[in-house]
């Protein structure tokens, strides 16, 4: 059995904070609530907070990359750009652009669906165990220049 990809397996060491969660638990499976509606779930992005971040940091990016999925190149959940320093708490359901839940000039990138959005878990049957990282990014700019169609 293969190894899980690790988009942060290459990367160099930075200091790391904590990032917690209401609603999701490492280690454990995921509730209902973040699976995908056609899988029998809602589709809801989890609550996410975070602290002890880098006093530089000038803003967040957020994503959820679930590397076990058969694609051979893993599947990306969601992907959030440009959220402000000042923010250290995204509610249950920001990923729904319908809620207006994310900070003013945040840019959420199309999915792996090519949908602006939170999109939940959905693996096809089998034995295989999903994991599904959520990584907070301390950034040192306060604007990143993204294409929000990329």
């Known amino acids: ?11 160099r060491q930075v200091p790391g904070f904590e990032v917690t969660s209401t609603d999701i638990q490492d280690g454990e ?6 699976f995908a509606t056609y899988a029998g779930g809602l589709g809801r992005s989890p609550q996410l907070s975070w602290s002890g ?12 990359f679930d590397p076990d999925a058969p ?10 750009a440009n959220l402000p320093a000042s923010v250290t708490l995204l509610p249950a359901n920001a990923g729904d652009p319908g809620t207006g839940l ?17 999109t939940g878990a959905g693996p096809p049957e089998g034995p295989r165990v999903h994991h599904y ?3 907070v990014e301390a950034r040192k700019r306060a604007h990143t220049r993204v294409d929000p169609h990329a």
């Open 53 to 64: 971040f880098p006093a530089e940091t000038q803003s967040f990016a957020v994503t959820c």
């Open 71 to 80: 694609t051979g190149s893993g599947f990306w959940h969601w992907a959030v």
């Open 1 to 11: 059995m293969r190894e899980p990809l690790n988009p942060y397996a290459n990367m």
């Open 29 to 34: 499976p995921l509730p209902a609530e973040q």
């Open 133 to 135: 990282r959520k990584s």
């Open 102 to 118: 994310l900070p003013e000039g945040a840019i959420t990138m199309p999915n792996e669906m090519r949908e602006p959005s939170f």
